[in-house]
T-cell receptor
Framework: NAGVTQTPKFQVLKTGQSMTLQCAQDMNHEYMSWYRQDPGMGLRLIHYSVGAGITDQGEVPNGYNVSRSTTEDFPLRLLSAAPSQTSVYFC???????????FGPGTRLLVL | GENVEQHPSTLSVQEGDSAVIKCTYS??????FPWYKQELGKGPQLIIDIRSNVGEKKDQRIAVTLNKTAKHFSLHITETQPEDSAVYFCAASPTSSASKIIFGSGTRLSIRP
């Protein structure tokens, strides 16, 4: 099993550009989530999904969109990138929110 | 919603000594409390978790304690070793399948040789 995979590993964007961060898992997990990690701020939940077709907002959802058309994939979309979105983004999956979260390797995003 | 506070933000201990990291949570419905370790350049990995039906859980040099009345839980690492140097996160979640999990702000633990 590949576990949780994220692409790209690193991305540079200009302010106002859009992009999609990809996340995929091959463990048939129902629960998937996106976090951003900033120095001193820990892991802040952006959006999460408890199954295909179901998504909900986390702590810091503004500026991000998600969809969950399949169990395996949970892409995160930045519609109009801002410098405040410079961060490291982690995707995670698990059977439920209250079980072991398996994290991907992260995507480092720089917005100029 | 749930809010998880974690202290201290940084911790330096002598190799062989013990380290303690503390967290508090706000939602009385939370009953699942995991701890994650993040090594440099990697995603976090679960090291131990506890559910509200127990007060303490041990796994070799690592233990977690939970006080539901006070809404706080702690990670204890004994006989620290250089490989324990990392960032540690606590988290809290209700066990409903539709519930989200919220993380604390992290503790950077350094082990001095």
């Amino acid at each position: 099993n590949a576990g949780v995979t994220q692409t790209p590993k690193f991305q540079v964007l200009k302010t106002g550009q859009s992009m999609t961060l990809q996340c995929a898992q091959d463990m048939n997990h129902e629960y998937m989530s996106w976090y951003r990690q900033d120095p001193g701020m820990g892991l802040r939940l952006i959006h999460y999904s408890v199954g295909a077709g179901i998504t909900d907002q986390g702590e810091v959802p503004n500026g991000y969109n998600v969809s969950r058309s399949t169990t395996e994939d949970f892409p995160l979309r930045l519609l109009s990138a801002a410098p405040s979105q410079t961060s490291v983004y982690f995707c995670a999956s698990s059977w439920t929110g209250a079980q072991t979260q398996y994290f991907g390797p992260g995507t480092r995003l720089l917005v100029l | 919603g749930e809010n998880v506070e974690q202290h201290p933000s940084t911790l330096s201990v002598q190799e062989g000594d013990s380290a303690v990291i503390k967290c508090t949570y706000s939602d009385s419905a939370s009953n699942y409390f995991p701890w994650y370790k993040q090594e440099l350049g990697k995603g976090p990995q679960l090291i131990i978790d506890i559910r509200s039906n127990v007060g303490e859980k041990k796994d070799q040099r690592i233990a977690v304690t939970l006080n539901k009345t006070a809404k706080h839980f702690s990670l204890h690492i004994t006989e620290t070793q250089p490989e324990d140097s990392a960032v540690y996160f606590c988290a809290a979640s209700p066990t409903s399948s539709a519930s989200k999990i919220i993380f604390g702000s992290g503790t950077r633990l350094s082990i001095r040789p």
